[in-house]
């Protein structure tokens, strides 16, 4: 009797609670236009559009052509669309000598950015590892003197290591500039590749080495595998770095082989004749195309190891 | 020069970090097939002494044999171990296939012979239908049986078990728990678990080593270790809930060793004193909450009466604190017969059940 007159004040006090429909249930409603709403999409707006408009002006004054260019009003749309500029910049546009356009530029970039990227990568990967997992006498020592050298001005590095190449018989070579670009990639590269090392757990690597595997058997099948994120992080930033790079570009290669950037420079600040505003808007766009591409197709990914790699250290 | 029927064994083994001493010249004996657990509070050393004898970490001086082999100098690989890790470490970009045979491929054995034994292992631990999914995919306990499973297919001699259960929830840590020592009786293996949980030590183990700050305490049964701690570590790390510490003060009256509370005297006459006891020594009087009985109604060597001032209720048990001399006492009492708080009680208990350590050095008399 006592369980069954218990059992009937639960359900009493349920239905009560049940009943109880007035005042607040559920989620709490949301205004749109909350004050919170309005300062938060409002400085958002405020930013894109400030970073936006530039671009904008140039897109639009790529497809004019001089005449409208002329009439001065950089931020109407162009009446009659024309790619008369962009051809012009990619293939005819003179720099100096060359009548080629920026198409030598660009293959010249592409010829130093991909070793130079695969390059720095593959030798600041194992660096990290090394200095991640494999803690030898001296290795604290080692990384801080690597990171130190992230913070020596690049100018005072510039003429050594002019003597340096011309020494090794390479300067004004690709080679050379690609090796440039690796050992000034290797800072960076190795404190983002070995904080993301340090973050994989140590009893995966314990488990390895029990499991029979060695230095590179562990790097090549456990860690690279699973560090997809923090190496697209670092293709991206070694890809946009070096192919946005000028100063190296324009003191270890020769003119044949300048790179985009300061190929650019060339057509943008060439004196002579008129200033054609629509091709040096085109050349500029297609200068930006590549890093930019990079970062769509890979936005998701470099967030996410930036994050992983980062935060860690 | 070393007996053959051991499997394990540790010569005055110590390691140092810097100017840190993790072990101290510590000797261990594993026979053959033992199930050894490693007991001890976090920082006592005792996983270091796992990656040890696994050889994940150099020992600073003395030897490891394993088999009656000198391993001391050997790569992990090579030592006939497998290890079994606290958060599982399974290579999380394999399936569970792949785990398995990790080690097996980077041993080159034939591909039928990596089959069979994966084939094998996966049978024992009931992994079948689980080896093409990703770990990713499986629970905590599949994890683990995983995890067991890559120890199990290297074949190997001695099972090293850091913790396995650790990040298992309870109902699952007690499945599995019973299923490694049904693994252990099928294997007949040899195996050193670390834990820190007392009861994973006392339900697995044949003997347990109980460690502190680098060095073993007691080396014994679980059973010995429960009833004769050699000290006053040993007493209060087992058990739960924790042995009662009484102070007093040991004297001889009448021929006869009493121990002197602040109000009362607890005759020991029939405590088994390893040594005479001495006239006048302060002891600290240990005695286990489920040694102490309350209204039983029985003629104890010790009885007084004593006022309930906190009642825990456990389910099965409840514990109930009282005081003795001045000094809290808890007891240990099926929750039928618990008293409520205020009650006065009647409590007893026989001092031949209690652990006596001076408090000099702290170790049992």
Not at chain 2, 86 to 107: C, D, I, W
């Amino acid at each position: 009797m006592a369980n069954v007159a218990s059992i009937n004040t639960t359900a009493a006090a349920f239905d009560a609670v049940a009943d109880r429909v007035e005042g607040p249930a559920g989620p709490r409603p949301r205004r749109v236009l909350s004050r919170r709403n309005i300062l938060l999409y409002g400085t958002l707006i405020l930013v894109s559009a400030y970073y936006l408009l530039p671009l904008y002006v140039m897109i639009v004054t790529s497809l004019k052509g001089m005449p409208e260019i002329r009439i001065g009003n950089v931020f109407a749309p162009p009446l009659e669309i024309t790619f008369e500029p962009w051809v012009k910049a990619w293939a005819t546009a003179c720099t100096g000598l060359n009548c080629d356009g920026l198409s030598r530029g660009f293959w010249n970039s592409v010829r130093i950015t991909v070793p130079s990227v695969l390059l720095s990568i593959l030798i600041a990967s194992v660096n990290g590892y090394a200095l991640a997992n494999w803690r030898f006498r001296g290795s604290e020592m080692f990384f801080t003197i690597l990171i130190v050298g992230a913070f020596i001005p690049y100018q005072v590095m510039i003429y050594p290591i002019v003597i340096l190449l011309r020494e090794m018989g390479i300067y004004g070579t690709l080679t050379g500039l690609v090796i440039v670009h690796t050992i000034f990639g290797m800072p960076i590269l190795t404190l983002l590749f070995r904080n993301y090392f340090t973050s994989v757990p140590e009893e995966l690597f314990k488990a390895a080495r029990v499991d029979g595997a060695g230095f590179w058997g562990i790097y090549f099948k456990i860690m690279m595998p699973m560090s997809l994120p923090i190496f697209v992080v670092a293709i991206i930033i070694q890809v946009t770095g070096i192919w946005n790079d000028f100063l190296f570009g324009v003191v270890y290669t020769r003119p044949e082989s300048y790179p985009m950037t300061v190929q650019l420079n060339n057509i943008v600040n060439s004196v002579q004749g008129v200033k054609e505003y629509n091709v040096n808007m085109a050349a500029t766009l297609l200068t930006g195309l590549v890093p930019l591409i990079v970062y769509f197709l890979s936005g998701k990914l470099f967030v996410r190891g930036i994050a992983a790699g980062a935060v860690k250290g | 020069m070393e007996a053959v029927n051991n499997s394990v064994e540790l010569r005055r083994v110590s390691l140092n970090f810097g100017s840190v001493e993790v072990l101290r010249t510590l000797d261990l004996d594993v026979a053959e097939g033992e199930f050894l657990v490693l007991l001890g509070p976090s920082g006592c050393g005792k996983s270091t002494l796992l990656n040890c004898v696994a050889g994940l970490l150099d020992v600073s001086a003395g030897q490891i044999f394993i088999k009656g082999r000198n391993v001391t100098w050997e790569e992990p690989k090579d030592r006939g171990i497998g290890m079994v890790f606290q958060s599982y470490a399974l290579y999380p970009q394999m399936t569970v296939e792949g785990n398995l045979s990790f080690g097996l491929k980077n041993a080159r054995l034939p591909r039928e012979e990596i089959a069979n034994r994966v084939a094998r292992a996966a049978d024992i631990l009931q992994i079948k239908p689980l080896l093409q999914r990703r770990p990713s995919e499986l629970s905590g306990g599949q994890r683990q049986r995983v995890a067991i499973g890559r120890a199990l297919v290297r074949d190997v001699d001695v099972f090293l078990f850091d913790e396995p259960l650790s990040n298992l929830d309870a109902k699952l840590r007690a499945e599995l728990r019973v299923e490694i020592k049904r693994l252990h009786q099928q294997l007949a293996n040899t195996m050193i678990y670390v834990t820190h949980d007392q009861i994973e030590a006392m339900t697995l183990a044949d003997r347990i080593a109980v460690m502190r700050g680098g060095v073993i305490q007691q080396l014994d049964r679980p059973q010995n270790i429960y009833n004769r701690p050699v000290n006053r570590f040993v007493a209060g790390f087992i058990g739960s809930p924790g042995m009662n510490f009484l102070d007093g003060r040991m004297e001889i009256e009448g021929g006869k060793p009493v121990l002197r509370l602040a109000d009362c005297a607890v005759p020991l006459d029939r405590y088994g004193f390893a040594d005479a006891p001495a006239d006048g020594r302060d002891v600290v009087f240990g005695i286990r909450p489920e040694h102490v009985s309350a209204n039983s109604g029985m003629d104890w060597p010790f009885s007084a009466s004593a006022s309930v001032e906190v009642v825990e209720p456990m389910g099965s048990d409840t514990l109930v604190w009282t005081r003795v001399g001045g000094q809290p006492l808890a007891v240990r009492l099926p929750t039928e017969r618990a008293p409520e708080e205020g009650d006065t009680i009647s409590i007893g208990f026989d001092p031949m059940n209690a652990s006596i350590f001076g408090t000099d050095d702290d170790s049992r008399l």
